[in-house]
Structures are given as structure tokens and as C-alpha cells.
T-cell receptor, first 115, second 112 residues
Framework: NAGVMQNPRHLVRRRGQEARLRCSPM?????VYWYRQLPEEGLKFMVY????????ESGMPKERFSAEFPKEGPSILRIQQVVRGDSAAYFC?????????????FGQGTRLTVV | GNSVTQMEGPVTLSEEAFLTINCTYT??????LFWYVQYPGEGLQLLLK?????DKGSNKGFEATYRKETTSFHLEKGSVQVSDSAVYFC???????????FGQGTRLTINP
């Protein structure tokens, strides 16, 4: 049973480009969470999704950031028109059921560098 | 607001030394408390947790006790090994929400 898979592991984008980060949850998990870790800081919650639904996006920046978790396929975190301040590690976690966020399993993260 | 403050790193110890990584939190309600560990090149793994006051979480020789009176959850290990070298994150879950609040992480290096 593969763990949470994130790709790419490393992503380099020029300012103004789009970044797409993918997360495949563990088999049987229908809840996905995205966290961002800025340099020298802890992980910060961004968004919580279930299949085809955004449940809590209180941590998402108001502009340029969006997330989806379609019925089929991985969850996608999209950052449009990236800026240098978007450089960070982005972690995805998944869990099998509501109310069990504490049992979430984390992926290895995608390290985004904006040049 | 909700926040976690943990010992700043990096922390460097010799093998078999005693380890303490301090963690204090500010939260409303009665959160559950966690320590996560991130080994080089890997994702975060849950190391241990405690769900109510005075509970002690333990795993792989690590321990932490939920101290409500001091809002603390310090991580301890009596004798560290080189394989314990990693980044350690203290966290809690916001009661009624599906999100974790993390500290900034403490990088631990154990020298043989």
C-alpha cells in the first residue's frame, strides 16, 4: 500500500508562470489536506478537501491559489503567476474519514523554487 | 490566537545523550497534542500523541506528557541514537476543525 505520493518533488518556476502540485492520497483515503512550509517556519494549513468538495480553505491566500480534488485522479494545488514569496515546501496529507485529521499521513512534499 | 512555540534548533548531541525539546502551545478549548518527525528526504510521520491532560504519549523511546497547567508538551528521550537525527515538529489540532497547527520544527543531529 503506497503512501501519499506527491509530485514533482522539486519544481522550479520563473516569476509569472503557473505551478501545479499533485497529490495522490493513500488508497482508500478520501480526505486531503494541503500545508505550506515557508523557510524557517512551521507548516501552515492551507485547505481541506474531500472528493469534489472544498471543505475548509481558510488558509488559502485569496488570490492566485486554488485547489481541487476531482472524482478521479489526484488532488491539485495550483498557483498562478508565481512570485518569489511562493517559494516553499508544500505538503499534502490524507486521511480515511472525517474527524480523523490527526490520523493523517503526509507525503514527502514538493519544494517549489521561484526564480 | 492559536500557536505553537518549540525550542529553536539546530540541536546537536552525542549518541546516548539525554534529549529534551521544549514545546508550549496557545489554544482554545482542549486540543490533542502531537509530535511529528521528518527524517531526511521523507514526509512527516506521527511520532506520538496525547489527547487529554496528563496523558503521556510514547513511541520508539520518546515520551511527552500533556501538561495543561503549563500548556506544554516537551519531547524527551533518555538515550538518543544517530538514527534519531531528523526534524521534530510539535503540533495540536484545533478542536472541532480538520487542521493541525505546527511549531517551526527543531532540527536534531546526533553525532556518533
Amino acid at each position: 500500500n503506497a503512501g501519499v505520493m506527491q509530485n514533482p518533488r522539486h519544481l522550479v518556476r520563473r516569476r509569472g508562470q503557473e505551478a501545479r502540485l499533485r497529490c495522490s492520497p493513500m488508497k482508500g483515503h478520501s480526505h486531503v489536506y494541503w500545508y505550506r512550509q515557508l523557510p524557517e517556519e512551521g507548516l501552515k494549513f492551507m485547505v481541506y478537501l474531500q472528493k469534489e468538495n472544498i471543505i475548509d480553505e481558510s488558509g488559502m491566500p485569496k488570490e492566485r491559489f486554488s485547489a481541487e480534488f476531482p472524482k478521479e485522479g489526484p488532488s491539485i494545488l495550483r498557483i498562478q503567476q508565481v512570485v518569489r514569496g511562493d517559494s516553499a515546501a508544500y505538503f499534502c496529507a490524507s486521511s480515511p474519514e472525517r474527524g480523523r485529521s490527526t490520523e493523517a499521513f503526509f507525503g514527502q512534499g514538493t519544494r517549489l523554487t521561484v526564480v | 490566537g492559536n500557536s505553537v512555540t518549540q525550542m529553536e534548533g539546530p540541536v546537536t548531541l552525542s549518541e546516548e545523550a539525554f534529549l529534551t525539546i521544549n514545546c508550549t502551545y496557545t489554544a482554545t478549548g482542549y486540543p490533542s497534542l502531537f509530535w511529528y518527525v521528518q527524517y531526511p528526504g521523507e514526509g512527516l510521520q506521527l511520532l506520538l500523541k496525547a489527547t487529554k491532560a496528563d496523558d503521556k504519549g510514547s513511541n520508539k523511546g520518546f515520551e511527552a506528557t500533556y501538561r495543561k497547567e503549563t500548556t506544554s508538551f516537551h519531547l524527551e528521550k533518555g538515550s538518543v541514537q544517530v538514527s534519531d537525527s531528523a526534524v521534530y515538529f510539535c503540533a495540536f489540532d484545533i478542536q472541532g476543525a480538520q487542521k493541525l497547527v505546527f511549531g517551526q520544527g527543531t532540527r536534531l543531529t546526533i553525532n556518533p
